[in-house]
């Protein structure tokens, strides 16, 4: 139930951007970066 | 790696970042999936007045406009470009998706993730308080039209 209530094929879209994301900022800012964050 | 608030690679960095990535990766799945269909889009089954207003936003190709601003808020908050504007330009979507999830068609799932997409709208709005704040708090005075801005002006050349 509380599952049902979680999951959705968006959210794990959502999640797995969000990891890439982060993973990608991490190895930026560790190795050197991109000049920070473009906002 | 863990510095102190507001640097990069703080907490507060990559928790805002994780939050971003996650509500732009939402839009951006959610809007992308309405063109491409890889899973059946989310619709209400009931009540009656649920699936005739979703009906009409279909028949009028206004929910294909609903899910353009989600793709644009999706890649805004990805690429890390014109957050704020996108940010604003997706609250009205992210109103009504709540209004519908917790008044016209609840269900146990909906009663969360409609106050969760405001919740995280607002927040990644309040991110930008340095953007909101001359518009909410009308503490920058001067009253000025966009088409004399300097960036549009005619540059004159010098005699």
Known sequence: MIWKILYSPYDAGALIIMVIGLAAHVAANRFGGWGGDPR | ?159
């Open chain 2, 1 to 159: 790696m863990v510095g102190h608030a507001g640097q990069t690679g703080s907490v507060e960095t990559y928790f805002v970042l994780a939050v971003r990535y996650f509500f732009g990766g939402h839009a951006l799945v959610s809007g992308a999936n309405h063109y491409l269909t890889i899973v059946p889009d989310i619709m209400p089954r009931d009540p009656a007045i649920a699936v005739r207003f979703m009906s009409v936003l279909i028949d009028t190709h206004l929910y294909d406009l609903v899910k353009v601003i989600e793709i644009l808020c999706g890649l805004s908050l990805i690429t890390g470009r014109f957050m704020p504007v996108a940010l604003m330009m997706e609250m009205p979507v992210t109103i009504i998706v709540c209004y519908l999830s917790l008044f016209i068609a609840p269900t146990a799932r909906s009663l969360y993730t409609g106050p969760r997409e405001v919740i995280l709208n607002l927040f990644l709005l309040s991110t930008y308080w340095g953007y909101l704040r001359p518009i909410i708090l009308q503490d920058r005075p001067p009253l000025m039209p966009i088409w004399r801005d300097r960036l549009f002006a005619r540059v004159e050349k010098p005699q």
